[in-house]
């Protein structure tokens, strides 16, 4: 029998550490596990630390029809490749491409976790600052 995999998707790799937690019990649980997002080398550094596989696919966060379909093709031929039992979208973007690719592909569990809205930043912080990965306060970046 074929190991489960999950596909775990941002639109930006900085998001990514959020889901060091995630990955390393699905890595414990005998998952094998990938992560997909914009290129650059935070994706990169994620990949080394979590020893993971990560696959590279632009997707600005702004509506932009004609990217997006490419971005959502680019997506479903990288799902189709790797197979994943389950794919785990985790920004707006990326989960809405995600959660197609994933259903063209016809991947069994398909999953999205809401956060990553700008207003939920400004919400959390009382609209000043927003918490880093460690519950540090930083610049809120929509403001």
């Known amino acids: 029998m074929r190991t489960p995999c999950i596909l775990h998707l941002t639109t930006v790799p900085q998001t990514l550490h959020f889901l060091s937690g995630h990955i390393q019990h699905a890595k414990r649980k005998g998952f ?19 020893q993971i ?35 785990d979208g985790h920004t707006p973007k990326a989960a809405l491409l995600a959660m197609m690719a994933a259903t063209l592909c016809l991947v069994p569990v398909r999953v999205y976790h809401l956060h990553g809205f700008r207003w939920q930043q400004q919400e959390a912080s009382g609209g000043d600052c927003c918490a880093g990965p460690n519950g540090q306060h930083a610049p809120c970046p929509t403001k």
């Open 32 to 50: 094998e596990v990938h992560a997909l997002s914009s290129p650059g080398e935070p994706l990169d550094q994620f990949g080394r630390d979590m």
């Open 53 to 87: 596989k990560v696959h590279l696919v632009v997707m600005p966060r702004r509506i932009t029809p004609l990217s997006d379909l490419r971005s959502l093709w680019r997506i479903a031929r990288i799902m189709r490749q790797i197979q994943p039992t389950i794919v």
